[in-house]
């Protein structure tokens, strides 16, 4: 499996302000750098910056990918336009989406060997930066999330290099299976319980699911509702 990497995104903090709340920093508005190499480490892009280190990046959130056939999807089914980058990822793909890529899959990429390590759990930001009405909730009831990877081994990417898969120990558990059951917890106990004994789920979201799985909260998340709705 071979997945083309279309766009490479780094960005530095921003102060924001909607017009619906107090101004906040973020780090969300990333733009491409037409680099010939970039370097990556254990935290990800050396050009791309994090400012809320609680709920972004670190080891196991050090890049963030989303498919740009979940934009086609988007903009088709809900008719909105999405600008590029919209949904502050580094990476776009193209060719596969979130029922194609598993919790725990390896991937060369360039010098790098990566990992997928969580679904991306979207917040209120998301809607709050682009400005279009519940875009945080479309995504999560269409589990088109995207994902993050952790980076095994760093080094240097190029934008023509391509994320190869290397191997897959959890065939069942895709992204997007795991945003399904995650969404209604009540009816999926026994799913959910397989896939917190995975060694390769990230521990943030670890105690997010446990949450969900003890509560068996159905729906979005409080952080995921915004001032739109």
Request: proline fraction near 3%; hydrophobic fraction near 30%; charged fraction near 25%.
């Amino acid at each position: 499996m071979q997945i083309e990497v279309k766009n490479i995104y780094c960005g530095k903090e921003q102060t924001i302000n909607d017009g619906k709340r107090e101004a906040y920093h973020s780090s969300y508005q990333k733009t491409p750098q037409n680099l010939t190499t970039y370097e990556v480490d254990e935290n990800g892009f050396l050009l791309d910056h994090q400012s809320d280190k609680e709920s972004h990046g670190g080891v196991d959130k050090a890049i963030c990918v989303f498919s740009l056939d979940d934009y086609s999807y988007l903009e088709n089914k809900f008719d909105i336009s999405l600008p590029a980058c919209a949904f502050g990822e580094n990476l776009n793909i193209l060719g596969a989406d979130d029922s194609d890529i598993c919790l725990g899959d390896q991937f060369a990429y360039g010098e790098l060997i990566v990992e997928v390590s969580q679904p991306r759990q979207p917040c209120w930001k998301i809607s709050s930066i682009i400005g279009i009405k519940k875009l945080t909730a479309m995504i999560v009831k269409e589990n088109k999330t995207g994902f993050y990877l952790r980076v095994l081994q760093g080094g240097n990417v190029s934008p023509n290099d391509k994320l190869e898969l290397l191997s897959r120990d959890y065939p069942k558990f895709s992204i997007e299976f795991i945003n399904q059951i995650s969404f209604n917890a009540k009816s999926n106990q026994e799913n959910i319980k397989e896939v917190l004994g995975c060694d390769k789920l990230s521990e943030g979201y670890r105690v997010s699911l446990q949450h969900r799985y003890k509560e068996k909260e159905v729906g979005l998340q409080e952080w995921q509702y915004d001032e739109y709705q």
